[in-house]
């Protein structure tokens, strides 16, 4: 690789239906293009419910590097079902590379008691999601708070391993961290390990190898340091990068490169830019 190579990353987790358009003359065009302009190549634009959907994917069919997933998050249209059919039958499309985001959040901060709460319909619905990720070969993209032990349960009685995918903004601890790892998870990191009381999450952001590392901002959430309080956008996805070299103690140039070549192995992407 020459010293010259220029940097590009990858926002392996955003929500691009999300963003707020006022902010950007109303045009997508200038999200995409702000991400360029930061050496934001690939972007993974992430479904969480069926009505939204058919926007997601036609914002991922406008920009060649920009792909969709299918799937109902956790904390969206609660009770819904869905069925494999449904979901193998949304992902048909090329542009959709992966099935989520799906998983488990007890997390209740509306005043309930996550203890008086059924969330029998989470983890049947986490369940159907990843049969149709092994069924149709395309990888599962895992949200999980409050949740890690069934989480993991569930993607152990599944066989999760048989098509692996993303543990992503990943906020949990070190013994979490090596059981996905072991059932063939990358684990990505959103701008909360940028953080300063992230001591715990930046210790498994040391810990994790360099063929399973990938990065995200979960944009419009979670804007990383220095942009904390912001709205976020993929094109802040360097600062997460840069954080993670002095953590690892290697160069950002290391982080993109090895973080984008994951990207595109994880979803058998070619590396056309
Ligand atoms: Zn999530
Ligand atoms: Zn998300």
Redesign the pocket.
Known sequence: MSMHTPLKFVDS?CHLDMLDLAEFDNNMDNVIALAKHNQVYDILS?SVDLDSFPRVLKTAKNYPNVHASVGL?PCHSPEILTSIEQLSALSKDKKVIAIG?T?L?YFMNDGRDPLNENFEWQRERFRIHIRTAIETQKPLII?T?DARDDTLKILQEEHAEKIGGIM??FVEDLPTAEKALEMGFYISFSGIVTFKNAKSIQEVAKFVPDDRLLIET?SPYLAPVPMRGKKNQPAYVAHIAEFLAQLRNTSVESIARLTRDNYLRLFCLVNNS
């Open positions: 987790h992430i998050h985001e998983g959040d949200h708070r992503h903004c979960d």
